[in-house]
C-alpha cells in the first residue's frame, strides 16, 4: 500500500503558477504511476495526468501544452505545474497510484489516492 498526500496551493492566479503536490510513502518501486485526476462540482472524476516509473509523462488532451507533470524522486514527491489556467481547470485535485506497465486514465484502475486538494482558477 502506498501513502499519498497531496499539499495545495488553494487560489491560482489564470496565468500559472506551481500547482499541487504529491508525497508518497511505501511501496514506491518497481513498475508504476503516479497520476492526476479532478473532479468538478456535479461532474465525475477525470484523468489529468500521469507520470511513470520510469519517467514517462501523460496527459489529458484538455491540458496537454498547459499542464507538466513531474518528480523528485528523492523526495518521493510529484509535482503539477499549471499555466494558461482557465475557469474549467477549478476542481478539487487527486493523486493516485497504481502499481503496474500499462497507463489506465479510468479512475477505477487506481489502487491509492490521495485526500484531494482544492485548486480555484482566479482571472
Known amino acids: 500500500q502506498v501513502q499519498l498526500v497531496e499539499s495545495g496551493v488553494g487560489l491560482l492566479q489564470a496565468v500559472g503558477s506551481l500547482g499541487p503536490s504529491c508525497a508518497a510513502s511505501g511501496r514506491t518501486f518497481g513498475t508504476y504511476y503516479i497520476a492526476w485526476f479532478r473532479q468538478a462540482p456535479g461532474k465525475e472524476r477525470e484523468f489529468v495526468s500521469a507520470i511513470r516509473w520510469s519517467g514517462g509523462t501523460y496527459y489529458a488532451d484538455s491540458v496537454k501544452g498547459r499542464f507538466t507533470i513531474s518528480r523528485d524522486n528523492a523526495k518521493n514527491t510529484v509535482y503539477l505545474q499549471m499555466n494558461s489556467l482557465k475557469p474549467e481547470d477549478t476542481a478539487l485535485y487527486y493523486c493516485?497510484?497504481?502499481?503496474?506497465?500499462?497507463?489506465?486514465?479510468?479512475?477505477?484502475?487506481?489502487?491509492?489516492w490521495g485526500q484531494g486538494t482544492q485548486v480555484t482558477v482566479s482571472s
Open positions: 493516485a497510484f497504481r502499481i503496474g506497465s500499462a497507463l489506465y486514465t479510468n479512475p477505477n484502475n487506481y489502487d491509492d
